[in-house]
């Protein structure tokens, strides 16, 4: 059990040194206590949003709000949905997927 704490403890002292304006997904990730399983489903549900995505551009969609959608009913309940697609984009996963579901956002 200690030394879960003592991984706790060098855990949160990390985070306090992570840039948040150049980092927020890392960050969030920490703070909020992410499992490596967690972190990995997400992982996979982005690469999975992602060629669903390249699919539906190639067929000519333009609105891609049903993979917002599909992404904010999947996460994990642990992040938020729309400041984790901010984090996201600003870390650069999925930069055009994110640009999508940014735009959708402020509509």
Same mark, same amino acid.
């Given at each position: ?5 003592t ?50 551009? /190639? ?10 959608i ?6 994990? /309940?642990?992040?938020d ?27």
């Amino acid at each position: 059990m200690e030394h879960n704490e003592t991984m706790n403890l060098y855990l949160q002292l990390l985070s306090k040194t992570i840039d948040i304006n150049q980092y927020p997904f890392t960050k969030m990730v920490i703070e909020n206590n992410m499992t490596k399983g967690e972190y990995d489903k997400l992982l996979r549900l982005l690469e999975r949003l992602h060629q669903q995505y390249m699919t539906q551009k /190639e067929e000519g969609f333009l609105d891609f709000s049903s993979l917002l959608i599909q992404f904010a009913g999947m996460l994990n /309940e642990k992040l938020d949905p729309n400041r984790t697609v901010y984090a996201l984009k600003k870390e650069g996963y999925y930069p055009s997927l994110m640009e999508e579901f940014i735009d959708v956002l402020e509509r």
